[in-house]
């Protein structure tokens, strides 16, 4: 079956503090994957895919086949971080399958 | 620069009544999708399309269905509402996917509807 999971329905860290979304995975073949996030009274958007292996905003995710995970980490937490994030596998065709959301919370 | 656009932001309707909800998007995407977002469950797939006149089914596509008539709008239409249907509706659209490449997703503001 296929499926993302993300455990943590909020996080809350202080500002400058590092920074870890978790998300694990199933699928049967070789998984596509990324982050989207949404801030308040914005519109869901991408953040990051894992075959572009790019750093966003300070944001960074690796895909760990091994333990079927794909976690979004950051060294320092900012204010502006502060959003609803989305883990997400690529399904069949153009489909994606989405997390659950983890709303991140960043505190002053 | 990408625009989907929904026909509105908030919406209350009465059980039982036929809603209908417009996504508009500018980009001649091939793709277009609808989603609902819930609290504590993410986004769940309702329907897509890949081609005027074309559907599938998502996840969860009961008690909902959908018409693709222009290739810019894709119409979600609750036939007879109900209470468990109030959550945030959002709609998506994409250029299609072509062999091993992804091609991004690009959301709508929402549609926040209520049901009494």
């Known amino acids: 079956a296929q499926r993302v999971t993300q455990p943590e329905k909020l996080l809350s860290v202080f500002k400058g503090a590092p920074v870890e979304l978790k998300c694990n995975y199933s699928?049967?073949?070789?998984?596509?994957l990324f982050w989207y996030v949404q801030y308040s009274r914005q519109r869901l958007q991408l953040l990051l895919r894992?075959?572009s292996r790019e750093s966003i905003k300070g944001f960074t995710a690796d895909l760990n086949k091994g333990e079927t995970s794909f976690h979004l980490k950051k060294p320092f937490a900012q204010e502006e971080d502060s959003a609803m994030y989305y883990c997400?596998?690529?399904?069949?065709?153009?489909?994606?399958?989405f997390g659950s959301g983890t709303r991140l919370s960043i505190r002053p | 620069d990408v625009k989907v656009t929904q026909s509105s932001r908030y919406l209350v309707k009465r059980t039982g009544e036929k809603v209908f909800l417009e996504c508009v998007q500018d980009?001649?995407?091939?793709?277009m999708f609808w989603y609902r977002q819930d609290p504590g469950l993410g986004l769940r797939l309702i329907y897509f399309s890949y081609d005027v006149k074309m559907k599938e089914k998502g996840d969860i596509p009961e008690g909902y269905s959908v018409s693709r008539e222009k290739k810019e709008r894709f119409s979600l239409i609750l036939e007879s509402a109900s209470t468990n249907q109030t959550s945030m509706y959002l709609c998506?659209?994409?250029?299609?996917?072509?062999?091993?490449?992804?091609?991004?997703?690009?959301f709508g503001p929402g549609t926040r509807l209520t049901v009494l």
């Open positions: 894992h075959i």
């Open positions: 997400a596998l690529r399904g069949s065709a153009s489909k994606i399958i």
């Open positions: 998506a659209s994409s250029l299609r996917t072509s062999g091993s490449r992804y091609n991004e997703q690009f």
């Open positions: 699928y049967s073949g070789s998984p596509e």
């Open positions: 980009m001649d995407h091939e793709n």
